[in-house]
Structures are given as C-alpha cells and as structure tokens.
C-alpha cells in the first residue's frame, strides 16, 4: 500500500487530533485507559462526554455505508483512532462502535441494521461481548450457554464470565447453543439482547487490583426476542468469526504506545541517577530505541490491516499477526518502563508515583491484551493454519 496522506487525510488527521487534543485537558487524572471508565464514576462520565463530542461530529459513523451515516474511509477510521490513542481520550465504546458495528454491516438483516446501528452512532447505549464461560474460552465452540427458540423468543439459560463492561452495559451481543443435538459449530446463534431484561443477574468478578471492571453474567429462563438474531440460526460462528477480525485490528493501542515511549523519553532526559541523567546509559538508550523501532513496525502493520479492511481483502491471519506483535510490545514497553522508573515505579496515589502512577496501572493491564480477545497461542495457531497452511495438530 502507498503510505503517504493525501492532504484531505492529513487535513482531517489534523481535525481529529485537535478535537481529542482538547478532550485530553478535560481527562481526569484517574482516566488510565478504557477500562477505567468501567471501574470509576468520574471517568464513566467522562467516557459518555467524549463519545457525545464523537457522535455530534459524525465520528462514531466514520466509514459505514452514507444512508447510515457514514462520512469517510477505514482510513479515517485509523487516523480517528491514531488521535484518541496518542492523547488517551475515552469516548469509544470498543464493543458497540468498534466490533459491533462493522460485523452488522456484513452479516445483519437490514431491519436489525436500521434498529441498532442508530443508537450506536448517536452514544446512546453502550454494549458489551457476551462470549466467553468458564468451561469456554480458548475453545468456544464448545460453549454451553443455551438459547432455545419457542415462538417467537428465545429463552437463555446459563452463564457467561470475564464479561468487561457488563455492568454499565445497555446491550449486549452473545454467542449461544440453539441447537443440542447438531454438530459442532453448526450449533450456535448470535443474539442481540437488552441488559436489563429480567432473568439476567451481573456479579462483578474483581481485578487483581481491586477494581471492578469484569463480570459474571447469569441467565435464568431470559426471554428475547427471536427477531434479535444476526445472521442465520445455528450458523452464529461465522458472525463470531468476522466480529472477531475487527476485534482484534485496533491501532489506538499503538498509538499510546507512542505517546509512552515520548513519555518515557522526557523522563531518561530530565532524571538522573547515581548522578548520571538515565538517557546517558547505553542499556537504557538501546532499549528505548528498540522499542521506538517495534512501535514503528507496528502501527505500519495496523495501517496494513485497515487498508486491507477498506478493500474487503483481510484475512483471518492478517489481524491475528497484528494483535499478538502489539500486545506482546505493550507487555514489553510496561515492563522496561517499570524496570527504567525502578522501585518508585511499583507505587500509586502517592506524590511518589512517577508519572502520575501510570506506568504502575498499565503493568497491571498490560498482559490482559495477550489474553483476551483470543489469547496469542490462540492467535498462532490461526497464522499457522490459515497464513502458513500448516497441518493442524489433534
Ligand atoms: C481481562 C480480560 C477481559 C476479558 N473480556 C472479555 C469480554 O468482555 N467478553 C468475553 O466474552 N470474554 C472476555 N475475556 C475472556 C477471554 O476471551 C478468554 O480469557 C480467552 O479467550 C482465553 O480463554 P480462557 O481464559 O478460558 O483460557 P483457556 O482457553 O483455558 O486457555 C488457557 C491457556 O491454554 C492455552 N491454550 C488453550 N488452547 C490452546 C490451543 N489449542 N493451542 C495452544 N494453546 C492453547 C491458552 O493460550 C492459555 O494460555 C476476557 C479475558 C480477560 C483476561
């Protein structure tokens, strides 16, 4: 693909990064990343600030289709998460907007498009990814999790877990087993359903650093609408499928990479230890630039996925490659800052913390994106299958 911006890209780059430039100064100090909006009142209200900002300029819609809305590319798409990344800003709700969103698109009815895609676009309901049970992770086409049509319902029995979100979710988007009997694979539905309908019970599952951004989901003989289906009945994996390559393609992670490298940069150029300033120390400047090189490598990958994307051309192997080479740099960098800021890097909320705490907070989550959305192993083995044409292993 041809790197370059024409100037109506760089022109609208501009936009973005101005817009999230000035919600960055509006950002409370304990807005870390997304999750914190789950985890703290402030930021929750933040995060709804920010997304209505989005929403009033058209920004939730960037690429869809005009009649809905659309006013852009995938490209803008990118250049609109760039900005959010490099300046942290909240106001993008990564189930509804970012996966959601796009898999209905290419998989739903026109009447559940024209009924959920509006309220997507306008910030006014937030969702959240109904897939993974405790029996059922890595392997979740063995999920058992049962929606069972009567008449025009399906009745929901089972339960879910690790759901992000769930408990400010308005919606939520699941993977179900419709059918006991039929073969593997061919035995699950993908349903749309209302958070607040009776029968569902949300219990927080705590992170190991106290907050409270995870859950367990129960069903007890929850009724939903049968209408509320994406594609076809029992063939619910292939939606799983296609949601699952926007879910992992997302370069604002990269881009605040890039804004705690520069972080990380300033803090060698004005700290000094044992006398000597931290940039001065070959160790620390070889792996600084180590890691500029990775982050650079990666955001060149991301805009390959979303060129890709814009030409309906990705594979599966194309967003597994990206999301197991940036979630393996976010654990790399977190680990050399805490190792550069050295034992005051481990403390929080203190006038201690340097750097506001942030690199103590982004150590605690910095593994989480190796493991959920697919763990790498995970991700390896589909570039080994579907990249490589490697034989699978029994
Ligand atoms: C912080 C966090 C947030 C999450 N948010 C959500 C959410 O919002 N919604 C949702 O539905 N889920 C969510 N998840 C769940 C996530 O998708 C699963 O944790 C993930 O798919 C792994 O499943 P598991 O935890 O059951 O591990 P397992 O599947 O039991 O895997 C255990 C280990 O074995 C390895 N392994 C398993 N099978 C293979 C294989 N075939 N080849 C090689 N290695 C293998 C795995 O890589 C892993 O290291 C979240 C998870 C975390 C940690």
Request: aromatic share 12%; glycine share 8%; hydrophobic share 40%.
């Amino acid at each position: 693909m041809d790197f370059e911006f024409t100037e109506e890209q760089m022109a609208r780059r501009k936009e973005f990064f101005d817009v999230c430039k000035e919600l960055e100064r509006q950002k409370p100090p304990e807005y870390i990343g997304f999750e914190s909006a789950y985890s703290d009142e402030t930021c929750w209200e933040y995060d709804r600030h920010c997304a209505k900002e989005f929403a009033k300029r058209g920004w939730l819609a960037l690429e869809w289709p005009p009649e809905y809305g659309g006013s852009g590319t995938m490209m803008d798409r990118v250049l609109f998460s760039e900005a959010r990344g490099y300046h942290g800003v909240a106001g993008l709700d990564v189930f509804g907007v970012g996966m959601l969103a796009p898999t209905l698109f290419a998989a739903a009815s026109d009447d559940i498009k024209r009924e959920f895609l509006p309220p997507i676009a306008a910030a006014e309901v937030t969702w959240c990814e109904l897939w993974s049970e405790p029996n059922a992770g890595s392997d979740l086409a063995s999920l058992t999790c049962a929606a069972i049509k009567k008449g025009d319902e399906y009745i929901l029995n089972g339960q879910k877990t690790w759901t992000t979100g769930a408990h400010k979710a308005d919606w939520g988007f699941g993977v179900f087993k419709s059918d006991p009997e039929a073969r593997s694979h061919h035995n699950l539905s993908f349903l749309l359903l209302d958070m607040k309908t009776p029968g569902i019970t949300v219990r927080p599952l705590p992170y190991m650093n106290g907050e409270t951004i995870y859950n367990e989901v129960y069903f007890d003989d929850v009724r939903i609408p049968a209408k509320n289906i994406v594609g076809q009945e029992n063939e619910g994996w292939a939606v799983v499928n296609t949601l699952a390559g926007f879910e992992r393609s997302n370069i604002d992670q990269i881009m605040s990479m890039v804004r705690g490298l520069e972080g990380l940069v300033q803090y060698c150029n004005e700290t000094r230890r044992s006398g000597q300033l931290l940039a001065k120390d070959p160790l620390i400047r070889n792996r600084l630039a180590q890691t500029a090189c990775d982050i650079e490598a990666a955001r060149t990958l991301a805009y390959r996925v979303a060129d890709l994307q814009n030409r309906n051309e990705m594979s599966l192997m194309d967003a597994s490659a990206l999301k197991v080479f940036a979630s393996d740099l976010g654990e790399r960098l977190a680990f050399l800052a805490t190792e550069i800021l050295g034992p005051y890097g481990q403390v929080k909320s203190s006038r201690w913390a340097p750097m506001n705490g942030t690199w103590e907070a982004l150590y605690h989550d910095c593994f989480v994106f190796t493991i959920s959305m697919g763990t790498n192993e995970i991700q390896k083995n589909i570039i080994a299958w579907y990249g490589l044409g490697l034989p699978r292993m029994k």
